[in-house]
């Protein structure tokens, strides 16, 4: 074969192989020139030796030379002087020759090899080849495997300067120039067809899919103590991500089947993957195997909910959408749409419109949940109490602070609805992905239970009813799913007991929780570190405030001391006050002292049976009801003019 000819094949091989001259021309040990002249036919008499190194890097098998003798070639290209592969089993060839080596060597060799001319530190080795306790040789043993590694790797090189396992301070380095790692080749091509795939995706899927065939299996697949080391976990992501791309591109490419064949290494090594498993799932469909693709659908999300308790990903459930409007051209081989099987690349609550079928709805809420009751008015005091709830947000300035529960609790008609409500409309701007709001009723008869409101939590949340759980269970991981990683204020009123307000709390830090009761919840406080703030009376000077902002100020001065007398028979309780205040107000002609004469006659039993809905209420824990004597002053109350808060 003429030496153009020759020139021109090995230049269509570098190209298929995704390599620069630059990189045929340092891994064959060659200057750039002599690849230049070598593709171009302009070397009359080329080195054989030359010739074989770069047929070697850039794959490509060069053709018998006849007669060739000693010095005039060689029938076949020679291997590299040392190969080392990782991509499967860890694997060293020396002259074309496997190399067998005893596992400590493997694993050292394959922490170094992993990391080529980085340094190793001492620690870092010892750690992965005693992982239990090193001995108290381990460094003596360090510097026996690093020379017999050098035995195996640096017979060709002949002398020390050229080691390919060099001594630094702390550690040792694989110096891989002049060693094929087929590592470096994956990237290599990798990088190529990134640079490729906005002029020449065609060209680019073919780079993609021969550096993933190049794989042989897992990464270090037989050397398994070195899988979770971070430098491999880091290699072990990279070819994740590059199967993604090269099936995003596939399926933007409309070619669906080979989107399939590079996925299925990583989605098998990678079962709980998502964005793996969403395009596997996107890819069989388009391939004409949607019921597979429902069956993979069906099997991770079992396996989610077995191995991690949650549900799948918006992005798997898009794809599953997708799969289910697929159209029956799209699922049947016909060619389809461009784009169609593309997965949505935009953010997770923005859906993704790519000229084909629709994609799946996200996980959307048409607005921000803002479900908190109006704030109550008039509103004083509670300084103290407003405090104490403030101090729940200071320990959220960090990932690994607790979640923030208050707890307000105190008797009946103390307020504590209107201090929760007041303060969480004071604080919107600390929970800017929503405030969700649950009446629970339990100091009634029939508490809510909490399926009911975490059903109503997940709509609020834009789960539609074909997707909500089958059970409480299933419904708090999903609930607590979609709040990870969030910031939400959920205002649970009006709680029964510990376990109601338990299965409705989020998981992670970012979240606050403010619950009121009659009862102080002390299960919260033991198992989940709640901080409890107890509501009472109102001082007498909040009080006497609080019939100002009800009656006016001018109102209240002209009787100071029947309104002290008026707020004393009431309790000093908010609610109460408030009720008889407005019943006052509703008539100007009733003097605060005929008001005071009132509420005095209506402490006996004749009172307590006219205000039956007052009387008949019972504390939490079921026992006999002991009302303040100044709760009866509800008796001057219309029903419309009582608090829409509980208790």
């Given amino acids: 074969m003429s030496e153009g000819r020759e020139g021109e094949e090995l230049r269509a091989a570098r190209i298929r192989a995704g390599l620069t001259q630059e990189e045929a021309a340092r891994r064959a040990g060659i200057s750039v020139r002599t690849v230049r002249h070598i593709e171009r036919g302009q070397v009359r008499n080329p080195r054989h ?256 909910r077995r191995e991690l308790g949650v549900e799948p990903s918006q992005e798997v459930w898009r794809a599953r959408h997708t799969i289910l409007t697929m159209d029956a051209g799209a ?39 803002a479900q908190l009751p109006p704030p109550p008015q008039p509103f004083v005091g509670r300084g103290e109490q407003l405090d104490a709830l403030d101090a729940l947000l200071r320990p959220r300035g960090t990932d690994t602070a607790p979640m923030g529960i208050g707890i307000v609790h105190g008797p009946p008609e103390t307020g504590k609805s209107a201090l929760a409500v007041r303060w969480a409309h004071g604080h919107h701007a600390d929970f800017p992905d929503g405030q969700l709001y649950a009446d629970l009723r339990g100091s009634g008869s029939a508490p809510v239970p909490p399926g009911t409101v975490l059903a109503r939590f997940l709509h609020s949340l834009g789960v539609r009813d074909a997707w909500l759980p089958d059970t409480t269970e299933e419904a708090q991981v999903l609930f607590r799913s979609m709040v990870a990683g969030r910031r939400f204020l959920l205002l649970l009123d009006d709680a029964a007991d510990p376990a109601q307000v338990r299965a409705l709390l989020p998981g992670t830090p970012g979240n606050l929780v403010l619950v009121t009761s009659r009862a102080p919840l002390t299960g919260l406080v033991t198992r989940e570190g709640a901080t409890r703030v107890r509501v009472g009376p109102l001082l007498p000077g909040e009080s006497f405030a609080l019939l100002e902002a009800c009656l006016g100020t001018h109102r209240v001065a002209a009787e100071p001391a029947e309104a002290g007398e008026f707020a004393a028979l009431c309790g000093h309780l908010p609610l109460a006050v408030r009720k008889a205040a407005a019943r006052v107000a509703a008539s100007q002609q009733v003097s605060l002292r005929v008001a005071v004469d009132q509420l005095a006659r209506a402490r006996g039993e004749t009172a307590r049976r006219l205000f039956r809905d007052d009387s008949e209420q019972t504390p939490a824990d079921g026992g006999k009801a002991r009302r303040a004597p100044g709760t009866q002053a509800a008796a001057l109350a219309d029903t419309d003019a009582d608090s829409v808060f509980p208790g």
């Fill in 49 to 304: 030796a030359s010739l074989d190194r770069l047929a070697g890097v850039v794959g490509y098998r060069r053709p018998a030379v006849p007669g060739a003798g000693r010095d005039g070639g060689r029938t076949t290209p020679p291997p590299a002087a040392c190969e080392i592969r990782l991509l499967g089993p860890l694997t060293v060839l020396r002259a074309g020759k496997r190399v067998a080596m005893p596992l400590k060597l493997r694993a050292l060799l394959g922490l170094l090899a992993v990391q080529p001319d980085q340094v190793v530190r001492h620690d870092e080795m010892a750690d992965v080849l005693w992982p239990d306790q090193p001995p108290l040789s381990h460094a003596n043993l360090l510097h026996t495997y690093a020379a017999r590694l050098r035995r195996v790797l640096d017979e060709d090189t002949g002398s020390a300067a050229g080691r390919r396992i060099r001594t630094v301070r702390g550690g040792y380095v694989l110096d891989s120039d002049g060693v094929r790692l087929d590592l470096r080749e994956f990237d290599e091509r990798v990088s190529h067809a990134r640079q490729t795939a906005a002029t020449a995706p065609a060209e680019a899927l073919e780079l993609y899919g021969g550096a993933l065939r190049s794989r042989q299996g897992r990464l270090l697949e037989d050397v398994s103590h070195l899988w979770q080391h971070p430098a491999v976990v880091r290699v072990a992501q990279r070819h994740v991500d590059v199967a993604i791309d090269c099936a995003d591109l596939a399926l933007r490419l409309n070619r669906p089947a080979s989107a399939v064949e590079h996925l299925a290494a990583a989605a098998h090594e990678e079962p709980l993957h998502e964005s793996l498993q969403a395009r596997m799932m996107l890819a069989l469909a388009g391939s004409g195997r949607r019921a597979a693709a429902l069956q993979l659908f069906a099997e991770l999300r079992v396996r989610l």
């Fill in 331 to 369: 699922s049947s081989g016909e060619p389809p749409v461009p784009g169609a099987f593309l997965p949505p690349s935009g953010a997770p609550d923005t859906p993704v419109n790519h000229d084909g079928p629709p994609a799946a709805e996200p996980l959307r809420v048409i607005a921000t949940p």
